[in-house]
């Protein structure tokens, strides 16, 4: 089992380039969601979808859009990159998000700097 | 508004020095508390669930606790390898399906 693969894992892009941060996971889990982490402050939620062909927005979506069409995948591509999107992307499944094992489990992250 | 408080910030210990961090939170129906452990350039990897107030979970070296307003994570004699970022989420009813609402996280030195 490899868990939660993402991928790059580190990535520059210029002002304006658009550039997907890919994610798979191998545990057929039915919710997967992207996170950012920026100093100081907690992790927080972009995009989540709680299975295939179902997607919705976080606390912080703009700027950035998700599809599911698979269990395993849920890319997230960022359209018009600007400098407040730089910061450390993490991609994190759960077997559910509702009753019993809802702990999320997560990928080693993504480090994007936009320039 | 929603809120999960971490504390302290940092802690620093001596190796065998016991000590707790804390997490306070304020939501609208807790249906879940979860404690990461994140290493400096890897994603969190989950500890523990506690689901409601009263409930213990142990493993090894950490005992994490739930109060209707916190949540404590106790270490007992702590090793250089505790050395982490420990983050504290909650997931709550209502609202955005799924959402988890993190702490900032205390970051944790264990000199030996």
């Known amino acids: 089992n490899a868990g939660v693969t993402q991928t790059p894992k580190f990535q520059v892009l210029k002002t304006g380039q658009s550039m997907t941060l890919q994610c798979a996971q191998d545990?057929?889990?039915?919710?997967m969601s992207w996170y950012r982490q920026d100093p100081g402050m907690g992790l927080r939620l972009i995009h989540y979808?709680?299975?295939?062909?179902?997607?919705d927005q976080g606390e912080v979506p703009n700027g950035y859009n998700v599809s599911r069409s698979t269990t395993e995948d849920f890319p997230l591509r960022l359209l018009s990159a600007a400098p407040s999107q730089t910061s450390v992307y993490f991609c994190?499944?759960?077997?559910?998000?509702?009753?019993?094992?809802?702990?999320?489990?997560f990928g080693q992250g993504t480090r994007l700097t936009v320039v | 508004e929603d809120q999960v408080t971490q504390s302290p910030e940092a802690l620093r210990l001596q190796e065998g020095e016991s000590s707790s961090l804390n997490c306070s939170y304020t939501?609208?129906?807790?249906?879940?508390l979860f404690w990461y452990r994140q290493d400096p350039g890897k994603g969190p990897e989950f500890l523990f669930t506690?689901?409601?107030a009263g409930e213990e979970k142990e493993k090894e070296r950490l005992k994490a606790t739930l109060t209707k307003k916190e949540s404590f994570l106790h270490i007992t004699a702590p090793k250089p390898e505790d050395s982490a970022t420990y983050l504290c989420?909650?997931?709550?009813?209502?609202?955005?399906?799924?959402?988890?609402?993190f702490g900032k996280g205390t970051k944790l030195s264990v000199k030996p």
């Open positions: 994190a499944s759960s077997y559910s998000w509702g009753g019993m094992n809802t702990e999320a489990f």
């Open positions: 979808s709680v299975g295939a062909g179902i997607t």
């Open positions: 545990m057929n889990h039915e919710y």
């Open positions: 506690l689901y409601s």
């Open positions: 989420a909650v997931l709550r009813y209502g609202g955005s399906q799924g959402n988890l609402i």
């Open positions: 939501v609208s129906g807790l249906r879940g």
